[in-house]
């Protein structure tokens, strides 16, 4: 297959028929939606085009299912790490950041910017329900741990070459937090309140026209995306059944982790 470059990882097509594409390097992405509007469509369209880099290694996926396994548990072998509770999402985080700040001493003196590849992978953080570890924790301990996991990852991730895609319901700050803003593409499909699109959507989007509201609900994976320059275009992902995710659970396994730098540890 031709490679795909993180720079624009195609999940569908655009409304003028073009390729779209989301840009995991240098980037965060929040995708935001209401029940059954199509949020698996994107996340599974992501794995499915980064298949060929999971295989070499150059990609490690680290996953939260927020859903107790139901949504990304079908395609375990794709990931790394895969976290169905609230305590293994806590260490998931933790390591993360952990092995980010590691990656960073290493980087000093050398390069600024991280360059993907099999001893130094880019990292996906995949956060399926974004709320589930965020307003929905009640120990107030665990909810100020994984918060501060998440703002270092989000905040210092993207020239080290890590990613993380938020997947939520609800995109208020009570669910998504205060790093909202680092979010630097978004992709709402059909929201129901009113005052959702533009917890979402730039200015420019609504004032064009986007209206996630009246996406209809038979029209799943439809959506307003927000490149990072800030450009709008209205798409729709690609529709990945649970045979394709069969077959890629079956073609792709994630090489382990132990022969990368994304493992926590002594700094050597």
Same mark, same amino acid.
């Given at each position: 297959?031709? &490679?795909?470059?993180?720079?624009?990882?195609?999940?569908?097509?655009?409304?003028? @028929?073009?390729?779209?594409?989301? =840009?995991?390097?240098? *980037?965060?992405?929040?995708?935001?939606?209401?029940?059954?509007?199509?949020?698996? *469509?994107?996340?599974?369209? /992501? $794995?499915?085009?980064?298949?060929?880099?999971?295989?070499?290694?150059?990609?490690?996926?680290?996953?939260?299912?927020?859903?107790?396994?139901?949504?990304? @548990?079908? @395609?375990?072998?794709?990931?790394?790490?895969?976290?169905?509770?609230?305590?293994?999402?806590?260490? $998931? +985080?933790?390591? !993360?950041? %952990?092995?980010?700040?590691?990656?960073?001493?290493?980087?000093?003196?050398? %390069?600024?910017?991280?360059? &993907?590849?099999?001893?130094?992978?880019?990292?996906?953080?995949?956060?399926?329900? +974004?709320?589930?570890?965020?307003?929905?924790?009640?120990?107030?301990?665990? =909810?100020?741990?994984?918060?501060? *996991?998440? !703002? +270092? +990852?989000?905040?210092?991730?993207?020239? #080290?070459?890590?990613?993380?895609?938020?997947?939520?319901?609800?995109?208020?700050?009570?669910?998504?937090?205060?790093?909202?803003? $680092?979010?630097?593409?978004?992709?709402?499909?059909? /929201?129901?309140?009113?005052?959702?699109?533009?917890?979402? #959507?730039?200015?420019?989007?609504?004032? %064009?026209?986007?209206?996630?509201?009246?996406? &209809?609900?038979?029209?799943?994976? %439809?959506?307003?995306?927000?490149?990072?320059?800030?450009?709008?275009?209205?798409?729709?992902? *690609?529709?990945?059944?649970?045979?394709?995710?069969?077959?890629?659970?079956?073609?792709?396994?994630?090489?382990?982790?132990?022969?990368?730098? /994304?493992?926590?540890?002594?700094?050597?």
């Amino acid at each position: 297959g031709v &490679p795909v470059s993180l720079d624009a990882v195609p999940v569908g097509m655009t409304v003028d @028929g073009a390729v779209w594409a989301i =840009r995991l390097r240098q *980037s965060h992405v929040l995708v935001a939606g209401a029940s059954g509007s199509g949020k698996g *469509s994107v996340v599974w369209g /992501l $794995l499915w085009s980064l298949a060929p880099m999971i295989t070499s290694g150059a990609v490690q996926v680290w996953a939260i299912d927020g859903k107790g396994g139901v949504e990304l @548990g079908r @395609g375990a072998g794709l990931f790394t790490r895969l976290a169905t509770s609230v305590d293994a999402a806590e260490a $998931l +985080l933790a390591d !993360a950041a %952990t092995a980010m700040q590691q990656r960073a001493a290493r980087m000093v003196g050398s %390069t600024r910017l991280h360059t &993907p590849g099999s001893s130094s992978p880019q990292l996906v953080i995949m956060i399926d329900e +974004l709320a589930a570890i965020t307003s929905y924790v009640t120990d107030a301990k665990k =909810r100020r741990s994984i918060a501060s *996991s998440l !703002a +270092l +990852l989000l905040s210092q991730g993207r020239a #080290l070459g890590v990613t993380v895609v938020g997947c939520v319901q609800n995109p208020s700050k009570e669910t998504v937090g205060a790093c909202r803003d $680092l979010f630097l593409q978004r992709v709402a499909l059909r /929201l129901t309140a009113r005052t959702e699109p533009a917890m979402v #959507l730039n200015d420019e989007a609504l004032a %064009t026209g986007a209206d996630p509201c009246a996406i &209809p609900s038979s029209r799943p994976g %439809t959506a307003y995306a927000v490149t990072d320059a800030g450009q709008v275009v209205q798409a729709r992902a *690609s529709w990945i059944s649970d045979e394709h995710i069969d077959h890629l659970t079956r073609t792709v396994h994630a090489p382990t982790r132990s022969v990368t730098d /994304l493992t926590p540890g002594r700094i050597s």
